[in-house]
């Protein structure tokens, strides 16, 4: 069995062809232009706009609302292709997919809110934002600030949040506001908020990375938001995020998967082409010994995220102790495999003329997003010794 041949192991026939459906706009709409967007500081809001035509954009969307109602493996694997040609594009699916439709679907308020939102971002003419963390509040979401205070027909929102993705660029976002912060978890609401509402300002963060990520803080001043909009009931909206951020995980693993595979793939066809001391380099046993643990662990990464896949088709409503340990191994296993890439291209790997710089600075990102990787560690250890529960 060739690498290839591993990759699509345990796969059926359809979630093959959603691979390579993936993998081809990956190859030939993506790769080719994804660097100059990230010089350029340029949101590829052509790339996608290309996702939606394809149901990328709304993999997890039943058909009863356009969607493709993909299984939970399929998403996985078109997160994890999209991921190897670009960080961003598939942050974009991630995002809409894990945390905001499927959130409206399973809590949405009513069947015409279902309809309203669920229907455009199936066809990929709306894109979703999630607005959960803030100055002073990252993993620690029940610390949050934002205030939802209740008033005739619906709630106004205050405060401020901050590294939201696609914020400028969004139509709608997911938002966490309190009721009264003493209450903690139980006073958090979830709303759906429409980006032009009055009271809504984007102000883009410089970064170091991901400039064409238009990574921003978002601050809600006197905002309106309709009773309707509210997701689940009045103060459960820690429920709603804790079980959207179990699929969010799901997605942000496969999209590390994604990425650690990129590194591979350039890595191995440099140790092919480039020559020092009269050979290949790919024939030195140092640069063989890193090659064969980024291959080895990426497969090892690509199986456990592919089991909480498997968990959900099977109908598991929680898998938040296999979500935190997908996202775990597969974002530490990213950052290393990345780190090698480097170093097997030498000082060319902090060239422009190679993408591997950029793989590199990227992939910290795994370790951070949706629950740092320290806190996985902790919400491991504690599903294992029974400190926590479901």
Partial sequence: MNLEELRNFGLTEQQIMVREMARDFADKEIVPYIDACEREGCYPREIIAKLGPLGFLGCLIPEKYGGPGLDYVSYGVVCEEIARGDWLSASVISVQNSLVATSILNFGSSEALKKRYLEPMARGEMISSAALTEPNSGSDLASLATTATPTPGGYVLNGGKMFISHASHADVFFVLATLDRSLRHKGICAFIVERDSPG????????????RGNTAEVTFEDVLVPEENLLGKQGEGFKVVAAALDRGRFSVASRAVGHAQACV?????????????????GSFQMVQQMLAD???QTEAARLIVRRVGQ??????????FEASMGKLVAGDNCVKVATDAVQVFGGYGLAEEFPVGRYFQEAKVFQIIEGTNQLQRVLVAEYALGLRKY
């Fill in 265 to 281: 793939d350039v890595s191995l066809k440099y140790a092919t082409e480039r020559s020092q001391f009269g050979q290949v380099i």
């Fill in 200 to 211: 809504i300002t984007c102000k883009p963060i410089p970064m170091h990375c991901l400039r």
């Fill in 311 to 320: 968990l959900k088709d099977a109908g598991v409503e929680r898998a938040s």
């Fill in 294 to 296: 980024m291959i080895s």
